[in-house]
């Protein structure tokens, strides 16, 4: 991972930087109040007339650079912007001349020149969001940068959590969460929504659990912050928690490690027998999930299944933010 652990990690690269006004490069840059802020105006424009919505960014221009595949982000961005008004232009690394070796700075800036007022950006580099928004002077909004950071996952994950925990408040404090566990299982090592939800979660006084076998998740105890701890056995972790996080293993990024599938299984999958043990667990699933590895169709589609909901609420949270990258972010 880049940075020094979970909780310790600085910007990639250790260099300095105050993000610009918009721009949501990684979770820490936001305070409690910007959260609540982010969360109102999500559940303001998801009630929004769409007529009258569609005004708000009326023929603003937003740029989607994904540099690495994607399902969820991508799709609910795009519907974000289009949902306030904006045209939106999608460029892949496939089909476009990134293909030719076009560098990242260079892409922005055509971007720019086309009209480009914010970029939403997934690339496989940590820290790339910080060279772009440093090459463009635009807004960018993070949608995945390698190891490191997945900001908007975790606001929309805290926004689901919130619905079933809290009432769906949008009032942010430092004790909120007091008195919540949250297990987060599976490939930890390789996930940049395991290290935006630890970070935040922390802030409002939940405890975050850790749990996946060594080459996954390995000892990181030392650097890693308050409210965060390793419990490698998963029927221990859920005994104790109110919503439990499954990962899959990245397997993109493995880079020749190797995975003892039928171990893995019996050890870290969510399924049937373990829903059954804990009756008032909840489930949550970034996506994309791999069936039948850390979870079974059981778990994934049974009621306490909040994975469909972290999509739509992935849609809310996304108008919000790209809103705000646009100025366009106060409450009315
Ligand atoms: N959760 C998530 O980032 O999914 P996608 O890779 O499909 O965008």
Redesign the pocket.
């Given at each position: 991972m880049a940075g020094s652990g979970l909780a310790g990690a600085g910007m990639p690269g250790g260099f300095a930087h105050d993000p610009l006004p918009g721009s949501l490069l990684r979770i820490e840059d936001l305070g409690l109040a910007d959260i609540s802020e982010i969360l109102a105006l999500a559940s303001e424009l998801e009630s929004e007339d769409p007529l009258r919505r569609a005004f708000r960014l009326a023929k603003r221009r937003v740029a989607l650079l994904f540099y690495?595949?994607?399902?969820?982000?991508?799709?609910?961005f795009e519907l974000a912007a289009k949902a306030l008004g904006a045209d939106t232009t999608l460029i892949s690394s496939k089909s476009s001349s990134i293909e030719k070796g076009e560098s990242l700075k260079d892409t922005g800036l055509t971007l720019r020149a086309l009209g480009a007022e914010a970029i939403i950006l997934?690339n496989s580099f940590s820290g790339a969001p910080w060279l772009l928004e440093r090459a463009t002077g635009l807004p960018v909004l993070n949608?995945?940068d390698g190891m490191h950071q997945?900001p908007s996952?975790a606001l929309l994950d805290l926004r689901t959590m919130l619905r079933v925990l809290r009432g769906g408040t949008t009032d942010i404090t430092e004790d909120l969460l007091e008195g919540v566990t949250i297990t987060i299982c599976g490939d930890i090592l390789h996930s940049r929504?395991a290290r935006s939800n630890a970070l935040l979660l922390p802030r409002l006084g939940a405890r975050v659990l850790l749990c996946g076998p060594a080459q996954l998740l390995p000892e990181i105890a030392a650097s890693l912050g308050e409210g965060i701890a390793i419990e490698r056995d998963l029927d221990r972790a859920l005994a104790q928690s109110d919503v439990v996080m499954m990962l899959r293993i990245q397997a993109e990024r493995l880079a020749g490690l190797h995975i003892d599938l039928e171990a893995y299984r019996t050890g870290f999958q969510l399924n049937e027998d373990r829903m059954e043990k804990y009756p008032a667990l909840w489930l949550m699933h970034?996506?994309?999930m791999i069936r039948g590895l850390e979870i079974a169709d059981a778990a994934a589609d049974g009621p306490r299944s909040l994975i469909e909901e972290?999509v739509r609420h992935?849609l809310a949270v996304r108008m919000a933010l790209v809103a705000r990258a646009l100025g366009a972010g106060s409450l009315q």
């Open positions: 690495e595949s994607s399902t969820r982000t991508r799709t609910s997934r949608a995945g997945h996952q929504v970034p996506g994309p972290q992935g």
